[in-house]
């Protein structure tokens, strides 16, 4: 069956670094969009980052310049580095994937992970 599985979160300092990843099976990975999204506690989830089929990537605008989103077909895997963390950013990030769009809502996605806990300390 189809499973999403997200690793690599933690606690790290305001400023620091972290790269969340997520494995994928049973579906055929390369022809699927896959994307990041995170939800707050008492917020609703929101987009993060997106990557295309063929790689090309979308950013959501409180990411873009610090979180890089990327994909290896070969391990079946898409990468979340996320650098110049802040506060702002703890949340539980979860994976998804979707058939036809890269989009930003996550009514778009087909397939979601469980979540791993990311918490920025100041």
């Known amino acids: 069956q189809v499973q999403l599985v997200e690793s690599g979160g933690g606690l790290v300092q305001a400023g620091g670094s972290l790269r969340v990843s997520c494995a994928a099976s049973?579906?055929?990975?390369?022809?699927?969009?896959m994307g990041w999204f995170r939800q707050a506690p008492g917020k609703e989830r929101e987009f993060v980052a997106a990557?295309?089929?063929?790689?090309?990537?979308y950013y959501a605008d409180s990411v873009k310049g610090r979180f890089t989103i990327s994909r290896d077909n070969t391990k079946t895997m898409v990468y979340l580095q996320m650098n110049s963390l802040k506060p702002e950013d703890t949340a539980v990030y979860y994976c998804?994937?979707?058939?036809?769009?890269?989009?930003?809502?996550?009514?778009?996605?087909?397939?979601w992970g469980q979540g791993t806990q990311v918490t920025v300390s100041s």
């Open positions: 049973g579906f055929i990975f390369s022809n699927y969009q």
């Open positions: 998804a994937a979707d058939r036809v769009f890269a989009g930003t809502r996550p009514d778009e996605y087909d397939y």
């Open positions: 990557i295309t089929r063929s790689g090309i990537t």
